[in-house]
């Protein structure tokens, strides 16, 4: 029996966590599924999709399912497959996650499917795994076959001569994946490898037995029963430190660069951090694999990386993703034709379809997200309520992800802004975005005249370790959930002022109530210790340990318009950065756009917009001037944006968790974490500042303003349909954009149509 649509199938990428090279000559190694995933799914004609060009391997898949399917007595008739990997990408950079082997499985899976057979099914999944593997050797012959096995099992695996197994993960064991900034091939990386035998065979094999030896030793780790996590992650630094050392024999005989200075760079930083790093998969510069004992471990690497080096621990990939799996729907696409000029019924419809949020669920915007009797619960005196235009911008493309960004706001533009530039961003590969941890500051005033400052300072620093227990304690269920007190830090103010911080991560809250709390229990202990009075105990909202970085790289191509070239308008951009760097009138006026964007994702989502705008500020005066909190320079023929914004936001607790317009909100962004929810927003704050400067830099603000303006007018005099954008059109090209002619062209064009 055959499906008449086929659903969609997807499977997930994959890090070598040890063992490669010598797999290829029959060692051990372990693989991890990652939740990275490539769908084959039928192209959707209602979403504008054509079929998809075939590349090598979707045509080596095709190929061996059709043998295998035709064989078999099956049907083989189902439209060829549109495949996205778009999460394999991060800007215009595909990471090094087994992309091919993900795509490979992928298309048997969705034949199989069409063809009415299970992929759940464990018998088909043999199946699949057997055609998948015979097609990517068909196209990358050196390959070990273990990340097919991932692609297609999931999970960790230990993989060995062509014989994959599920293995438990143990706990206290936790990874993290390093993004080490360069592409790396894989088939090239591995031919000069294993060619360089010839070269020294006797020093090639002892470099393949070190990986071997790693490898099993790692194994032995996992799999211990009584080794605790201190003793594992001990013989996961050594079996990395074997690795890394017979990564470099093999590189000194290959000539292939394995260990590239950002590799060294992680594994020096990780050794100092008691944390074990190795290069994932052929390496030579793309990934590396971390391991720690603890979240907080990881999270302090993932911050001495990123502040020092400019190095990201890719925050949204998780390990053990399930293998080979039927998707309800094809992946979500952003992308959408039109969408401006359709209803707000239509707009739901589309937005049900793209996310599978039931359309009952958008009727709840209808109240405005509360009712007056919630409302009166909320504060106090309460006479009423006030709602606010929420809209969805489309195009936007982060890290490989696409995303329907929610936006309140009451200004026209800001929206059709963000979606313009945003599309302007993913012709260069989207926008990528790195997060802190989520970090929350405590601060604690110590107030006194009768001892040195100084000494107060270095009596609280003496208390790191009692105040951080003291921190925890005040939050167990944070603790559990994996947050909690991660550092203290001291500064002397003047000869009476010490301040005490402690860093706390919030996990997926914002963290107000958290960290006062925080604040408010480790007081007493720093007065009784100083000698010292405690006079405010409070978060702060200057949140720069929770910085979100996003970056953007558009091809000046895109950024043409009529009577300008993209060449021009990227250098126009340029300067308009410029004079917001040296000018703070300017710089003002430049976050002002900025925050169109960041507070209208904030505000839609349940969120402190005051904490945030309190915050950016205060980071924009960061080095003593008020400057921007975004830049753009002409690299070549592209326009490079990058910002930085704290991002101190939750997506529990609050409005987040009551307010039905903002559940809404959160469940159009796929019920994201803080972290992730933070990425969206520094994106669509970056989107708005690129669409106001290109519109300031070329034809000047007042243009588009005003096309939009005189919608909102002819809206107002009670156009209805498409009487809205006739009337509108109409204001334009009179010249004259008042209320008074809204209505008097309102009429005359009812008078002509009766
Ligand atoms: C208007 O809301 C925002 C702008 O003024 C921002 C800017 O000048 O960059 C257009």
Redesign the pocket.
């Known amino acids: 029996m055959s499906n008449s649509f086929p659903r969609p199938v997807s499977c997930p990428a994959k890090a070598f966590l040890m063992g490669e090279y010598a797999v290829l000559r029959g060692a051990p190694a372990w693989l991890a599924a990652v939740d990275v995933r490539a769908t084959a799914y039928a192209p959707r004609a209602s979403f504008g999709e054509c079929e998809a060009v075939a590349t090598p391997i979707v045509a080596a898949a095709t190929d061996h399912v059709r043998r295998y399917l035709t064989g078999h007595a099956r049907t083989f008739e189902a439209p060829a497959p549109s495949v996205d990997t778009a999460r394999f990408h991060h800007g215009g950079r595909k990471l090094g996650l087994g992309s091919s082997a993900a795509v490979a499985a992928a298309v048997v899976g969705y034949y199989l499917r069409a063809a009415g057979l299970s992929v759940d099914d464990p018998e088909i999944r043999g199946v699949a795994l057997r055609v998948a593997t015979a097609a990517h050797r068909e196209v990358q012959p050196r390959g070990s076959g273990a990340d097919v096995a991932a692609a297609v099992l999931g999970g960790i695996l230990r993989f060995e001569a062509g014989d994959a197994v599920a293995q438990d993960w143990p706990e206290g064991l936790v990874v993290g994946l390093v993004d080490s900034g360069a592409p790396a091939s894989t088939p090239e990386l591995v031919k000069r490898v294993l060619g360089a035998r010839e070269r020294d065979p006797a020093e090639h094999d002892r470099a393949i037995s070190r990986i071997r030896a790693a490898s099993e030793r790692f194994g032995s780790a996992l799999a211990a029963p009584d080794g605790g996590p201190s003793s594992r992650l001990d013989a996961t630094r050594h079996a990395c430190a074997e690795h890394n050392a017979a990564l470099r024999t093999l590189s000194a005989l290959s000539g292939a660069p394995l260990m590239t200075p950002a590799l060294e760079t992680i594994v020096r930083a990780a050794e100092g951090l008691s944390v074990a790093a190795k290069p994932s998969g052929a390496a030579g510069g793309d990934l590396a694999v971390v391991f720690a004992d603890s979240q907080a471990s990881l999270d302090r690497l993932a911050v001495r990386l990123l502040r020092g080096h400019g190095l990201a621990l890719l925050g949204h990939v998780q390990i053990g993703a399930p293998g080979l799996r039927e998707e309800a729907l094809a992946p979500l696409s952003s992308r959408v034709r039109g969408f401006f000029a359709m209803g707000v019924a239509s707009r739901r419809q589309r937005l049900t379809e793209a996310t599978g949020i039931p359309s009952e669920r958008f009727d709840e915007l209808d109240a405005g997200g509360i009712d007056l009797s919630e409302a009166a619960h909320m504060i106090e005196n309460v006479i009423g309520g006030l709602t606010l235009p929420l809209g969805v911008a489309t195009n936007f493309r982060i890290n490989g992800r696409d995303y329907f960004v929610p936006m309140c706001v009451e200004?026209s533009s800001?929206v059709a802004a963000a979606s313009n530039a945003a599309k302007m961003v993913r012709e260069g590969g989207g926008f990528v975005a790195h997060a802190d941890p989520p970090w929350m500051i405590a601060q604690v005033q110590l107030v006194g005249d009768d001892r040195d400052a100084g000494e107060v300072a270095n009596v609280a620093r003496g208390l790191r370790s009692e105040l951080l227990a003291r921190a925890d304690a005040a939050h167990p269920r944070l603790v559990s959930r994996g947050g909690g007190a991660r550092d203290v830090e001291v500064r002397v103010l003047d000869e009476r002022n010490v301040v005490v911080h402690v860093l706390v991560d919030c996990r997926d809250a914002m963290g107000a109530n958290l960290i006062n709390t925080v604040a408010e229990a480790v007081a007493p202990t720093l007065e009784r210790a100083t000698g010292w009075r405690c006079v405010l105990r409070i978060l702060s909202n200057l949140s720069d340990r929770r910085i979100t970085r996003v970056t953007a790289r558009v091809p000046v191509t895109a950024l043409a318009g009529p009577g300008w070239s993209g060449a021009d308008v990227a250098e126009r951009i340029a300067a308009a950065s410029h004079f917001a760097d040296c000018d703070p009138y300017r710089a003002a006026?430049?976050n002002?756009?900025i925050m169109?964007g960041v507070d209208a994702v904030v505000l839609a989502t349940g969120n402190d917009w005051r904490a945030i705008e309190a915050g950016a500020h205060a980071f924009a005066c960061r080095d003593g001037q008020y400057r921007p909190l975004a830049t753009w320079s002409v690299q070549g023929d592209e326009l490079c944006g990058d910002m930085q914004l704290p991002t101190a936001v939750g997506v529990v607790g609050g409005l987040t968790t009551t307010h039905r317009s903002a559940k809404v909100a959160l469940d159009l962004l796929g019920r994201p974490s803080a972290t992730e929810l933070g990425r969206v927003i520094a994106a669509t704050g970056l989107a708005s500042?690129l669409a106001?400067?290109r519109?300031?830099a070329t034809d000047g603000?007042q243009r588009g303003h005003m096309s939009l303006h005189a919608r909102t007018l002819a809206f107002g005099a009670g156009a209805i349909g498409e009487e809205v954008d006739q009337v509108a059109e109409k204001l334009v090209s009179v010249g004259e954009i008042k209320p008074e002619r809204a209505e008097s062209l309102l009429r005359e064009l009812r008078g002509q149509k009766s």
Do not use: D, F, M, S
Request: charged letters at 15%; glycine letters at 8%.
């Open positions: 200004e800001v006026t430049h002002k756009g169109n500042n106001a400067l519109a300031l603000i």
